[in-house]
């Protein structure tokens, strides 16, 4: 009886504890969480731009993003503004949108942009809305080879009071090039947009391509409270061409799990199955000491 | 008339013989909890389950609950898993090496050893699947295993050491427990008829005993190179790489070392609480203990030596991969912990082991303690501080992610796990003799024939 009771606590303890758990999400899960809303505008090479909304909430000490969240993207200023369209989270607590060619033509003709992104009516969340307001800019980038002299130029010009395309100064716009795994910067902090809304950076001439030694040359203005993200992208065969010299399936150390080394497999294999022999020996023979 | 006189005196020494022989096994028999035993296993349980509890939380919520990053990929859980092997190593000390070697003083300690042994590997294996974040990644272990690894080997050899030291605890008990069954001796229904069949229908005939010892033989010689491949193994996971701290080809010796000193220590220190929990002080003497702090100071010399290959000869260089590393451990961050370490778990007991009145039970109890909480701490050493360090260089690193501290989650998970492994010992020194009943009757020359 008395050992019942012990377990019986025992149990109840253990399901307090869980209990805890379960009852701390379940009053997470009540409360409709606040959060907090981002929006950015991104331009690559000058054709239709991209939205990029970004929804975190708070979870203990850190804001996470947060999934399955429906976004409304909406343009124009608050008194005419018109919904273009909604996108859901992804796991990130990211929601992109792609502005429609509709909108593009008449961007073409406007200005000063207004973009909003709006968190409405959506079950366990707060509703949440902010905006950005980017001006037209147009980027160019050209790759040229000067004196045997690789140079990677960069051009920005934006719109100004009166309508006109005129150049940027004094932005800085960073160079890399893109890798497997991200973008390797190729300029550093410094390099500076002149009068003429230009920089440049002499281009590295030992970077691998691929194996027709191309590479994806980008310049990148981030998040600029003016024009947004600006993305100018260029492929060349500036690059070392990577020969495949077969390496991927020779027998190494380094190689995948089917190519590796015989000596090593023959040697792992041996040892392995001498120990489970023996081991599969003393097993035989406890059958044998049980039969005698 | 002095036939009759002889025929008495024969029985008489037969009959003071089995009363001998039923008084040890009495007293070495199973024996249920006492209200202190109840009290330690509730203690054990509460704690496991509040690991539990945080480990169903990590689950839940994925290795962000914990304090490692891009960096710190390996934290409080790698550096328990390598200390569970490390202890886990005694098992071949005890049962293998000094066994082998003719040292008979050690033999009432051989289950002692094999049930740490047993406890600690089970725990080792627990602790990295804990550390993979989702349990079901050691899947991919398995089906997706490259033989070039040495994590692949550390698996490998791992489930070996287990099959092996289950089998090593397992073959000197058949006798004991043929022993066992027979006997009222307060036993249970389940526990005869598990005893009953665990002992293989035993008879103490000549084939069987011979098949047996012929058994235990070569578990003992096999398991001695698994034993030093377990800890070397796990050692090249860390000496395969060209971190600081770790690219050394003194790693594989240097963990095997330290290994058999905190086995040891954990030894005495079950020793010292077992003698005391069931009134074994006829089994577990003095002597036993003058031996084992002998072997512990001898082990903790030999790590001595081996700490001071592995810091004095990267410090006297200074390589300036290495330097920021060494100047943490000796005069840095790290440092209160480096030489408590060093000094609490190594040095002390070395010198106060080094006196007779050092190596009495209780000062060695309390002496093994301090090496077993120095030895947790040394692997957190090992593995952290070198991770903090990387040789690829940095690059816009927030300064946060180079610093490890457990949080609270994988504290308690972490002391779950180590209440868990005690909670295996105390339940298999519940169920099965701690002292070879067998061999202790041989040894006070009692036939075991029944």
Redesign the interface.
């Known amino acids: 009886m008395n050992r019942m009771k012990?377990l019986y606590n025992?149990l109840l303890?253990?399901v307090m504890?869980?209990g805890y758990?379960t009852q701390l999400s379940a009053q997470d899960d009540a409360k409709p969480k606040k959060i907090r809303l981002s929006l950015s505008y991104t331009n690559v090479n000058n054709m239709g731009p991209r939205l990029t909304a970004k929804v975190l909430a708070r979870v203990e000490r850190s804001y996470l993003g947060v999934d399955s969240v429906t976004v409304n993207f909406y343009y124009g200023e608050e008194e005419n503004m018109e919904l273009l369209g909604s996108t859901v989270t992804q796991e990130n607590g990211e929601a992109l949108f792609l502005v429609p060619e509709v909108l593009r033509k008449v961007m073409d003709t406007t200005d000063v942009f207004v973009f909003s992104a709006a968190v409405e009516n959506q079950e366990g969340y707060a509703d949440r809305d902010t905006d950005v307001e980017i001006l037209r800019s147009k980027t160019y980038l050209s790759l040229v080879e000067e004196d045997s002299t690789r140079i990677a130029r960069f051009r920005i010009l934006g719109v100004d009071d009166e309508g006109e395309f005129t150049p940027v100064e004094g932005l800085n716009p960073v160079f890399y090039v893109e890798r497997l795994f991200g973008m390797l910067p190729i300029s550093d902090e410094f390099v500076e947009t002149d009068s003429d809304g230009s920089c440049e950076i002499v281009f590295p001439e030992d970077l691998p391509g691929d194996k027709d030694g191309k590479l994806k040359v980008i310049v990148l203005i981030d998040d600029h409270e003016d024009y947004g993200t600006l993305k100018a992208v260029q492929q060349i065969n500036w690059g070392v061409p990577i020969v495949d010299n077969g390496h991927q399936n020779a027998r190494?150390?380094?190689?995948?799990?089917e190519n590796?080394?015989r000596p090593?497999?023959i040697t792992?294999c041996s040892v392995?199955l001498g120990?489970?022999m023996?081991?599969l020996?003393?097993i035989y023979?406890?059958f044998?000491?049980?039969?005698? | 008339m002095m036939n009759l006189q002889k025929k008495i005196q024969v029985m008489t020494n037969q009959e003071n013989l089995n009363y001998t022989k039923e008084k040890t096994i009495k007293a070495l028999a199973p024996k249920a909890f006492s209200n202190y035993g109840?009290l330690w296993v509730?203690v054990l349980?509460?704690f496991s389950?509040?690991g539990l509890?945080f480990y169903?939380?990590q689950i839940?919520q994925g290795l962000s609950i914990t304090a490692m990053s891009d960096y710190t990929t390996w934290g409080v859980y790698v550096s328990n898993f390598v200390f569970f092997v490390a202890i886990s190593l005694v098992g071949s000390l005890i049962s293998a090496i000094l066994k082998l070697s003719g040292a008979k003083w050690a033999d009432p300690l051989t289950r002692i050893a094999e049930i740490i042994a047993v406890s600690a590997i089970m725990f080792a294996a627990i602790v990295i699947i804990i550390d993979m974040g989702r349990p079901d990644r050691f899947y991919n272990v398995i089906l997706?295993?490259?033989?070039?690894s040495p994590i692949t080997?550390d698996v490998?050899v791992i489930s070996?050491y287990l099959?092996?030291s289950i089998?090593l605890l397992y073959?000197p008990l058949?006798p004991d427990m043929a022993i066992l069954k027979k006997r009222d001796l307060g036993l249970g229904k389940w526990q005869k008829k598990l005893y009953n069949s665990l002992s293989?229908?035993?008879?103490n005939?000549e084939?069987?005993e011979k098949?047996?010892n012929?058994?235990i033989r070569?578990?003992a010689i096999?398991i001695i190179p698994?034993a030093f491949g377990i800890h070397t193994v796990t050692s090249w996971l860390f000496a395969t790489t060209y971190r600081p701290g770790w690219d050394s080809t003194n790693f594989g010796p240097y963990f095997v070392a330290g290994a058999f000193m905190v086995g040891a220590a954990a030894v005495i220190a079950a020793m010292y609480s077992l003698r005391r929990a069931y009134d074994l002080e006829d089994y577990i003497t003095p002597k036993h203990f003058d031996y084992m702090g002998r072997l512990l100071v001898m082990l903790s010399l030999v790590y001595l030596y081996f700490n001071i290959n592995e810091y004095f000869i990267p410090a006297y260089k200074m390589k300036s991969s290495e330097m920021s590393h060494l100047r943490e451990l000796f005069i840095g961050r790290d440092a209160p912990l480096f030489w408590t370490v060093q000094i609490l778990g190594m040095v002390i007991p070395i010198i106060v082991l080094l006196f007779k009145k050092g190596r009495k039970p209780l000062p060695l109890f309390i002496i093994s303690l301090l090496v077993i909480v120095g030895a947790w701490f040394k692997r957190f050493l090992i593995v952290v501080p070198s991770l903090a360090h990387p040789l690829i260089p940095t690059h816009r690193v927030p300064d946060e992610a180079l610093h490890y501290f457990p949080t609270v989650p994988e504290w308690f998970i972490t002391f779950g796990t180590l209440c868990g492994a005690l909670l295996v010992v105390t339940f298999l020194v519940r169920f099965i003799p701690v002292i070879p009943i067998k061999e202790t009757l041989e040894g006070q020359g009692i036939q075991t024939n029944e």
């Open positions: 012990k025992i303890i253990a504890l869980f758990g190494t150390l380094w190689s995948t799990a590796a080394p090593l497999v792992v392995l120990i489970f023996i081991v020996y003393i023979s406890l044998k000491i049980r039969s005698v | 109840k509730a349980v509460v389950l509040v509890f169903i939380q839940r997706h295993a490259r033989i070039q080997w490998i070996t099959i092996i089998l073959l058949i293989l229908n035993w008879q005939g084939m069987q098949r047996l012929k058994l070569i578990l096999l698994i």
